[in-house]
């Protein structure tokens, strides 16, 4: 088998080390220049190709396996498919080695969150659960630590793989887990596949090779319940408003109710007030149910939060007004759900970031642009002011302008933060949602930025 890998990082040279180590012939290439990591490769019959554009001349292959962030679009993509090469990526490899039972969990927004609550009630019945260790920005994709299970003698057939699955995973696999999940689907990240019947294409990848034996999870109050006319095998579902049959539900009380295959309902118990976003509540108690949790284990945990990094989390204050960290919102329909809480022009909101992520303009589609309405209507009604910046910051300058939102626009998010620490006075709260793309060492910065500036500005009198 010959192998090509895309990328230098640390998941595309723990993938290269894996292929090489069953006897392949691999290539590992970049358009940058290697590291030390990347060099030791050679030592293992490797083939290093720094400085290297695929979308020119991908090169042979029986298998290529891209990173995470190849748009679908793209062109090597185009070009090892008419070529005949099989395209994968490092998830699809686990989903097809793993000896166990595996659950992954997609969705345009709440993944993260979902997968991690899911962890935390197979441990509390406890099972025995590979989860990716590796992955950023507090993600819990598919990385290459996971590889290490499947070369250690004894591996457990009971070993559950529990994986979150973006689009851009599913895109380049064809093979789906023994319990999906789709928790939320509406038009996102358009841009990275070309249009939305090719992005649904994509998410659909998470049932479309399950066996008759699995199970499919969707959200019965949105368009991801269409996803069950694709499977093959159970179907259970979540809902926020009334029973969906089997899977769970959130009743007029806030308990949240497991709906059983009979029909039996079991009462678990209230939400927690503030905490984790309900929807991930009630989707990870359907998702642990479909895979054997018992409901005393779910139990558990539905008053508890998750509070992950970048994701609506208050991190610190700003001339005493609370600052959440919001900074995985990079969408418009993201922010907007954080924004509802809030009252009638109560926060001051930081936005902005990039246009461009690599694969084209943002939310440039029609339905794409539908939703960044949506979202800065509901930005005028929340915001008391906003502060914007970059190149997505200009794009929403003139949208909020026509809605007479109090606007200013600046250089960077450092400028941001000291603008809205300018105009902190009276506000709920600052929250740092940006509606667009942000390179992680920004997302990771935002809270020092805040201290520091916090320690600069004068007291307001």
Not at 175 to 200: K, M
Not at 249 to 263: A, C, F, K, M, Q
Not at 274 to 288: D, E, K, L, P
Request: glycine fraction near 10%.
């Amino acid at each position: 088998m010959t192998a090509l890998v895309e990328g230098f990082d640390a998941d595309a040279c723990g993938l290269a080390r894996f292929l090489a180590g069953e006897g392949q012939a691999v290539r590992i290439a970049a358009p940058e220049s290697e590291t030390a990591e990347v060099s030791a490769l050679r030592g293992l019959g490797i083939s290093v190709e720094p400085d290297t554009d695929l979308d020119a001349e991908p090169g042979e292959a029986e298998v290529a396996y891209l990173d995470v962030w190849t748009p679908e679009v793209a062109p090597r993509v185009a070009r090892l498919r008419a070529q005949g090469t099989r395209i994968s990526c490092l998830g699809d490899l686990l989903l097809e080695r793993w000896q166990g039972p595996t659950i992954g969990i997609t969705g345009t927004a709440g993944k993260t969150t979902t997968t991690s609550l899911v962890a935390s009630m197979l441990r509390a019945d406890g099972r025995d659960i590979a989860l990716s260790a590796g992955a950023r920005a507090g993600n819990l994709w598919p990385t290459a630590d996971l590889l290490d299970l499947l070369t250690r003698t004894g591996l457990s057939r009971q070993q559950v793989l529990l994986v979150e699955l973006t689009s851009s995973h599913l895109a380049f696999m064809c093979h789906s887990p023994t319990v999906a999940a789709v928790v939320s689907f509406w038009p996102d990240h358009l841009e990275l596949h070309g249009d939305l019947p090719r992005y649904h294409a994509a998410k659909a990848t998470i049932v479309r090779h399950q066996s008759v034996n699995d199970v499919l999870v969707v959200n019965a109050d949105d368009a991801s319940v269409r996803f069950a006319d694709d499977a093959p095998g159970r179907v259970v579902a979540f809902s926020l408003r009334d029973s969906p049959g089997e899977g769970a539900y959130l009743d007029h009380g806030s308990n949240v109710v497991l709906v059983e295959p009979s029909g039996a309902e079991v009462r678990l118990g209230p939400l927690a007030e503030g905490g984790t976003h309900r929807g991930n509540v009630v989707a990870a108690a359907a998702i642990a149910r479909a895979a054997g949790v018992s409901a005393g284990a779910i139990a558990g945990l539905i008053g508890s939060t998750a509070s992950l990094p970048y994701r609506a989390r208050p991190v610190a204050s700003l001339r005493g007004v609370p600052v959440v960290d919001d900074g995985m919102a990079a969408t418009p329909m993201k922010s907007a759900a954080l924004l509802a809480g809030y009252p009638d022009c109560s926060v001051v909101l930081i936005a902005g970031g990039r246009d461009d992520a690599g694969g084209g303009p943002v939310h440039a589609t029609a339905e794409e642009s539908a939703l960044l309405d949506r979202a800065c209507d509901e930005i005028a009604r929340a915001a008391r002011c906003v502060v914007l910046f970059g190149a997505g910051g200009a794009r929403l300058g003139p949208l909020l302008e026509q809605r007479e939102v109090d606007a200013v626009i600046v250089d960077d998010i450092a400028a941001a933060v000291r603008a809205a620490g300018d105009r902190a006075a009276g506000a709920a709260a600052i929250v740092f949602s940006p509606l667009h793309p942000l390179p992680l060492e920004e997302r990771a910065g935002f809270e020092a930025l805040v201290a520091g500036c916090d320690r600069l500005l004068p007291e307001s009198s």
